[in-house]
């Protein structure tokens, strides 16, 4: 029977120009979404690449400095202070950047993708951030999990919703009846035709983007195969909710409200209540870190010279042997000053980050609890964290860059103080940035939807209104 | 029409699902309510307590040169209006904070977004959301089969006998579910204006009443707009169920699409110069001069030449005053050159973005709506150019300042460990800035304000044609 | 004297006639029931008489008046009974019937409409019970109400028995003898051979927009009409 019905319905569609105008529009639109992620992603690499470029350049230009430098008999040279070399080379921490972002691009408009890896700017100033539009960015960006998640659902709705009460209407309900063994599979069979239907753009982009990401590097078929098996999840989902509301056997109309009302709950009311309440919960409240942070700084860089060397040794008592030389030289004894600056700064400065990481997973909590409510929420970060676009995918990255900072702190300060020269080895063997994204665990977060999913099950098995 | 129109409204009153929809909607504006006002609270809070902080901070500076003092740097921070807490609109994703310095003009830093997770990019629903998204719902609910519904109960033959005219039912409808809607939204703007009032306990003598009386009358229009529309596609529809579809794909369209395809496309017509680009461009721009012309060494060497003229000595050191000061300024004021040039790119690009969306708004009232109601909030782009133009403008107040000091009081050239006296700081003003008058603001919005208008002259003319033509066999 | 009066009354939509030099003449107080097949144009005859649709060519004249020319008369003098009556679910039976009479400029008390309704044959309990609870009779009797209560001259009513039970037709047969008898004419277009043959005073049969047929009923038995009415149409 179902081929029957499969073959009926492609019949049907081929002679409504209604419905294949509608399927032409998604299509396209499905497309231009994936165009948009593209675009972005092309974008963002590009900048990256740029800064790498730039850096190798540095690199190579450095290298050169310290192949040809002529030291002096006594006293560090300029060049071999800290903050000289982190100028001459200024490291870019660049954070990987997943081709699935092509389909979900989360908050890669918005995040930044590069920040400097020099250890004496600070959190608050050390990006390099795009021009923005913020009333492009307040409107949002339309990608291929937008359509997925908004527009899909609407396509389905408006092929399904009369499927049943079309033939009560019409008068045709008692001849089905009367011709068909099994009027309940006649229904289920066309319901999932009319599914198949509306899945021809999500196929079209599946395989649009299946063609057009395969040859990126980085490219992962496990990840880009994860993140279609949510979206399938998310559009079986809709089968399951759209089947019960047909079980109720309202009329055309009715059913056309509840399930465009149902699309506004999941997708638009309680998500924007839930950003609501977690907005009003847990505020945020960053202008003032930033401006003591100034005074911060300055009242570290206040301390007497000695208050310093107790700092410096009392971080590292290493550095106590080598004492000697702590009071010779005036660069070294500035670096002493800069280190012991820069070890208290630093200590604040991961304070601050932690306490935004910390109220942010705050947030990230009470949003998680509510995904038992929050379906559409619950899809939407899984499929920004396959995309390595979430925003502890971010950071995971911001975390990367301090961590790195202070490792090249430590290391030049270190050779500043102990060192006799700082050499092309000593350049060549400074530590370099790396970092891979993080691969978050998802499927425990399923739990939710696979709870909605059950629910809907359960109601269209037990619901014995007849047709 | 009189009785026509009590009679539907009367039928509309006792429909159970717009009961329970009027009902979610008022449970709505007590949640948005107390929200927005609790927000709104907090975030004058903070403003006023960092002002205060900063302002302390500059004032208790240690005696020490000026030059120092230009890169400690002054904060300043957007003020938060009255009406932020009807529209907040961009505000999320500006920065909060700016940082003013010598040398250099920073970005703001801080928007609220930046510490959102991806799930904030699904929306929150505030006041101004209520009204611009889930009003038109509720119209399209009450209005979809105002007409068509007469055909399909097969009244209609019998109301037109009776001698109703097809006129007379059309304004008798758009009359009714515009006074259900208007006392709906004035109830919601009252108890909101009440909660404002109440819990953030802000002085109502400088609650800019004009800017909301404005406010109000611009979404009496919207509704006005899509009342008139849907109205009118029942009438010409005359099938419930496809006037339902086609409200709600109008709905869809315009509220959800077409504002993301627009700014979509905005980005690839009007793209922005990469930063890296764009800084490369300025500080060559500073070093070779502005178009290839005046480059930078030369510049220096002109200026101190004119300076040595001027005091008639041999060398800078001879000088009766610190050339450091004036040379430092002398570069500021180019430096300021160079970025109004490179910066005023930057704005043009964004403004032809913002401006493809507002020709858009002829087309869409939602967009035309949502800029508007920005705009008189004050939460929107252009108003946050005016502060940071504001800043700007202070920025170079207070740099020269700081070098005018340095040059005229008192201390001499190379004379970096010269400082003043602590009682001087309290002598440099503190940033503020008067309010955008509104006409002003909303100048901005001309083709916004030209769209609703159109659009009401439009469909009342539509209404018109239809009552004289329509055919109701 | 005729009271209304169809002259080469046609309508053409594109190429085809709904309705072809229609020719006939009523009586004031008189009973005119017009028989044909789906589509022989007697609903066309109605729009047209009403004034929902004008005239390809032809005339309608009430009181030697053209309706026509004068479509402010139709309103006045003519009330009409529509085949499927929805009126207003929100409403009661006594609220539709007081809207439709104020939209015809008739107020009338509470009492007043209430006689009504009773008139119509509508029993006192229903009266303030809202429609959406009203069989299809019930709303018949309404829309009769309706009629009634505009006092006009002549009343339309389309396939107005179509889908009434034996009893609800033989009370609305009833109401419309009554009706004549006060002086109202009353235009009725039916499948009902033997209700026309019951009531009326002249019988038209109608095909293809053709007036083919037109008898006087005393002349006619119900067997014979259909007999008739079989070979004409």
């Known amino acids: 029977m179902f081929t029957t019905i499969l073959h009926f319905e492609f019949k049907q569609l081929l002679r409504s120009k209604i419905t294949i105008l509608f399927l032409l529009v998604f299509s396209v639109l499905g497309l231009f979404s994936y165009n948009q992620g593209e675009k972005l992603y092309l974008q963002n690499t590009a900048i990256i690449d740029s800064l790498i470029q730039k850096q190798s350049q540095q690199y190579l230009n450095t290298l050169n400095l310290y192949d040809t430098i002529k030291y002096p008999p006594q006293g560090k040279l300029g060049e071999e202070t800290p903050y000289m070399i982190s100028y001459l080379y200024q490291v870019v921490c660049d ?104 899945c021809i753009p999500v196929i079209i982009i599946f395989f649009y983007s299946l063609y057009n990401m395969h040859e990126i590097s980085d490219f992962s078929f496990f990840s880009f195969s994860k993140w279609w098996l949510i979206a399938i999840h998310y559009i079986f989902f809709w089968f399951l909710f759209v089947s019960l509301i047909l079980k109720f056997n309202f009329s055309s109309l009715n059913n056309a409200i509840m399930m465009i009302g149902i699309w506004i709950l999941f997708l638009i009311a309680i998500p924007g209540l839930l950003n609501t309440y977690l907005s009003y919960k847990h505020p945020n409240n960053s202008k003032s870190d930033i401006v003591n942070f100034r005074d911060v700084e300055k009242s570290f860089a206040n301390l007497s010279f000695n208050e310093h060397k107790k700092n410096v040794y009392t971080y590292d008592s290493s550095y106590i042997k080598d004492s000697s030389q702590h009071n010779s030289d005036p660069l070294i004894n500035a670096g002493i000053e800069q280190y012991s600056s820069e070890l208290k700064t630093f200590e604040y400065e991961k304070m601050l980050f932690n306490n935004i990481i910390q109220s942010t997973d705050n947030k990230l909590d009470d949003a998680k609890l509510a995904y038992w409510i929050n379906p559409v929420g619950c899809i939407y970060s899984i499929l920004s964290s396959i995309a390595n676009t979430s925003i502890k995918d971010q950071q995971y990255f911001e975390q990367s860059v301090i961590d790195y900072r202070f490792v090249q702190m430590n290391y030049l300060f270190n050779n500043l103080l102990k060192s006799s020269r700082f050499t092309k080895k000593d350049f060549e063997g400074m530590p370099k940035f790396s970092t891979a994204n993080k691969n978050l665990s998802v499927t425990k977060y399923l739990l939710p939807v696979l709870l909605f999913a059950g629910l809907a099950l359960l109601g269209i098995i037990f619901i014995k209104r007849t047709s | 029409m009189k009785i026509i129109y009590l009679n539907i409204l009367k039928r509309i009153i006792r429909q159970k699902h717009l009961q329970l929809m009027s009902i979610i909607i008022v449970i709505l504006y007590i949640l948005v309510g107390i929200n927005s006002a609790i927000s709104y609270k907090n975030k004058i809070a903070l403003f006023d307590q960092a002002k205060a902080n900063v302002r302390k901070a500059w004032l208790n500076q240690p005696a020490q040169n000026p030059h120092s003092s230009a890169h400690y740097g002054h904060y300043v921070f957007q003020p938060v209006t009255a009406l932020n807490f009807l529209d907040n609109g961009v505000t999320d994703y500006l920065g909060s904070v700016l940082k003013l310095e010598g040398h250099r003009q920073n970005d703001a830093a801080f928007s609220p977004i930046m510490n959102n997770s991806e799930m904030a990019r699904l929306g929150e629903i505030n006041f101004s959301w209520v009204l611009q998204v889930l009003i038109p719902l509720f119209i399209i609910l009450m209005s979809f089969n105002s007409i068509s519904a007469e055909f399909e109960q097969n009244n209609i033959k019998l109301l037109k006998s009776q001698g109703a005219s097809i006129g007379q039912l059309l304004w008798g409808n758009v009359c009714s579910i515009l006074t259900i809607l208007l006392t709906l939204f004035l109830v919601g ?127 800078l050191d001879e000088l009766p005053i610190n050339a450091d000061g004036l040379i430092m300024q002398a570069d500021e004021d180019y430096a300021n050159k160079v970025y109004d040039k490179h910066f005023s790119d930057i704005r043009t690009v964004t403004n032809n973005q913002n401006q493809l969306a507002s020709i858009i708004s ?32 202070y920025r170079r107040y207070l740099i020269k300042e700081l070098n005018t000091k340095m040059a005229y009081g008192g201390s001499k050239t190379g004379e970096w460990d010269w400082s003043v006296d602590v009682s001087y700081w309290n002598t440099v003003r503190d940033f503020s800035y008067p309010q955008a008058p509104l006409l002003k603001r909303l100048s901005y919005r001309k083709i916004e304000i030209i769209s609703l208008f159109l659009w009401v002259v439009i469909l009342i003319v539509s209404i018109k044609l239809i009552a004289r033509n329509y055919k109701i066999v | 004297m005729s009271l209304l009066q169809a002259i080469e009354l046609s309508k053409q939509y594109n190429d085809v006639y709904a309705l ?36 390809s060519a032809g005339k309608i004249l009430f009181n030697n008046i053209d309706l026509v020319e004068n479509p402010s008369l139709i309103n006045k003098h003519f009330a009409y009974i529509p085949e499927v009556v929805h009126l207003y679910g929100s409403l009661t039976g006594i609220e539709n019937l007081e809207f439709f009479s104020k939209i015809a400029g008739n107020h009338y008390a509470k009492n007043e409409l209430v006689n009504f309704l009773n008139e119509a044959g509508l029993q006192e309990s229903a009266h303030h019970k809202l429609m959406t609870s009203y069989s299809k009779g019930m709303r018949q009797k309404v829309a009769i109400a309706i009629a009634i209560a505009k006092r006009a001259d002549c009343i339309f009513m389309d396939e107005p028995t179509s889908g009434l039970d034996p009893k609800a037709t033989n009370d609305f047969i009833t109401i419309c003898k009554k009706l004549a008898k006060n002086g109202t004419t009353i235009f009725m277009a039916t499948h009902d051979i033997f209700n026309a043959v019951n009531v009326a005073n002249t019988i038209g049969i109608m095909r293809e927009g053709i007036l083919v047929n037109s008898i006087d009923s005393k002349s006619i038995t119900a067997t014979a009409l259909e007999k008739l009415y079989l070979e004409t149409i």
């Open chain 1, 95 to 198: 954070k990987k950047i997943s081709p699935l972002s092509i389909l979900t691009i989360g908050q890669n408009d918005v995040y930044e993708i590069a920040k400097s890896g020099r250890f004496g700017i600070n959190i608050f100033t050390n990006s390099y951030t795009e021009f923005k539009n913020p009333e492009q960015l307040q409107i949002g960006n339309i990608d291929v999990t937008f359509f997925i998640i908004y527009l899909f659902p609407l396509l389905f709705i408006s092929l399904s919703y009369s499927v049943k009460s079309d033939d009560k209407e019409m008068g045709r309900n008692s001849l089905l009846v009367a011709q068909s063994r099994n009027i309940n599979a006649l229904y289920f069979y066309r319901l999932s035709s009319k599914l198949i239907i509306s």
């Open chain 3, 20 to 55: 072809r030099n229609l020719n006939l003449s009523i009586n004031k107080g008189e009973i005119y029931c017009l028989l044909g097949q789906n589509g022989a144009g007697k609903t066309t005859t109605i729009n047209l008489m009403l004034g929902f649709v004008k005239p």
């Open chain 2, 362 to 393: 002829i087309i869409n009232p939602f967009l035309a709506i949502k800029n508007i109601s920005m705009t008189i909030a004050q939460s929107d782009y252009n108003s946050n150019m005016i502060f940071l133009s504001e800043a700007e403008q």
């Open chain 2, 189 to 315: 703007v009252f108890f909101i204006f009440i909660l404002y009032a109440l819990l953030t306990k802000q002085p109502l003598n400088t609650f800019p009443f004009s800017d909301f009386l404005i406010w109000i009358s611009t979404y009496m229009v919207y509704f006005f707009i899509l009342i008139l529309f849907s109205v009118i596609i029942s009438a010409l529809v005359k099938v419930s169920k496809l006037s339902f579809l086609i409200l709600l794909s109008f709905w869809v369209f315009s509220i959800i699409i077409l504002p993301k395809l627009i700014y979509s496309t905005s980005r690839i017509i009007y793209p922005y110069p990469s930063k890296q680009e764009f800084t490369k461009t300025l500080n060559e721009s500073r070093k070779k001069g502005i178009d290839g012309h005046d480059p930078m060494d030369q510049r220096a060497k002109q200026f101190n030449d004119s300076l040595l003229l001027k005091y008639n000595v041999k060398s």
